[in-house]
């Protein structure tokens, strides 16, 4: 990804989510303690996964990663929109615009990959429950979680590679508080049809396609559920729904942004916020409260954190 020499323009203004004095002081302080709970909630989830001997299942481990992922996502932009909410000049250079949105596409792409891998995990528990262990052994785990990695790097990369040679040599403002391609590619001195057309097919159809998968996965789940004992179903329910709120959450406002990629409606500003912070904050909230192996196992690890406390 070598920046050709006709590229002119070194760094990009970030318009950011409002030019209001009082609201820029409030999402400081909002964000701020939004994105300190994302850390701390997704943390707690990946240290009691590590921890606690009763999960460590392929459901967990795949839970963790999960966890890892909305932190990295959460971050790959959030600090600096809550350092620019203080500062009146909100740049970004060349290189540090481009690594913003490879590790979009990296994790976002990563995420949706992995929303399917816990749908197939999901899907052998409950409806291959006799050959859950068989099947989902550890080493088998071990390839489901690099899967979407390896996905993630293929997606983002073949965006990039024609993004990064682009020739950005006059306007160079992006109306959001981070660099995202359907925003930079506008503002390419060159025609950009063909690489609109390929951000819709890689990035927009792809969520579709993945969305579409896992609500028919989650119907069969759903539809073999109705089959098991009354204290069986309660439980499956329980996780599903849990699942199925996570994977609507984060691929609402996707399908929005990357099927639709070049409507200049504002909505989009708040569905990248959604996706980006609230998703990741909300994930931990749902898999932890809904959970009872988790609230069992935090509660666990606390008392015995307290009862060691006591002994000294």
Known sequence: MVRQNYSMVSQFILQGLTQSHELRIFFFVFFFIVYTAIVLGNLTIIYVVKLDLQLHSPMYFLLANLSFID????????????????????????????????????LGGSEM?????????????????????????????????????????????????????LPFCGPNVVDSFFCDLPRVIKLACTDTYILELLVIANSGVLSLLCFIFLLISYSFILINVQHRSSTGSSKALSTLSAHITVVVLFFGPCIFIYVWPFSSISIDKILSVFYTIFTPLLNPIIYTFRNKDMKKAIKKIKNKHVSSKSTF
């Open 113 to 165: 990959m992995l929303l399917v891998v816990m749908a197939i995990d999901r899907y052998i528990a409950i409806c291959k429950p006799l050959h859950y262990k068989t099947i989902m052994s550890h080493r088998v785990c071990i390839g489901l979680a690099l899967f979407p990695w390896i996905t993630g790097f293929v997606h983002t990369m073949s965006q990039m590679v024609f993004t990064a040679t």
């Open 71 to 106: 932190m990295s996502l959460a971050s790959f932009a959030t600090p600096k929109m809550i350092y620019d909410l203080l500062s009146e000049y909100n740049t970004i250079s060349y290189e540090g615009c481009m690594t913003q949105m490879f590790f979009l596409h990296l």
